[in-house]
Nanobody, 115 residues
């Protein structure tokens, strides 16, 4: 059973920073991608950023230059450093771990950015 546990969400003023963490446990295929998606009210879930075990990254255009994803393969943990936050970043952020065959998701953590 694979489990993903997120932490680090909260309320912050525009221009502030937050750091999200996601730790995976269980039997995981060693080659995988870990990343963050978000879903705002009334909108579809969208990719924020993800990173392969080989350190290849992928960012949404809306967060490039503001957010940084990193991971520790040994600890099966991924982080998302979010700087210069904007009200439009407000959403539930979900951690995901996926391969070509399976995908796993965390329960989500709320990020609210006030103007």
């Amino acid at each position: 059973q694979v489990r993903l546990v997120e932490s680090g969400g909260g309320l912050v003023q525009a221009g502030g920073s937050l750091r999200l963490s996601c730790a995976a446990s269980g039997s995981i295929f060693p080659i995988n991608t870990m990343g963050w998606y978000r879903q705002a009210p009334g909108k579809q879930r969208e990719l924020v950023a993800d990173m392969t075990t080989g350190s290849r990254t992928n960012y949404a255009d809306s967060v490039k230059g503001r957010f940084t994803i990193s991971r520790d393969n040994g600890k099966k943990t991924v982080w998302l450093q979010m700087n210069s936050l904007k009200p439009e970043d407000t959403a539930v952020y979900y951690c995901g771990l996926y391969t070509s065959r399976v995908e796993y998701w965390g329960q989500g953590t709320q990020v609210t950015v006030s103007s």
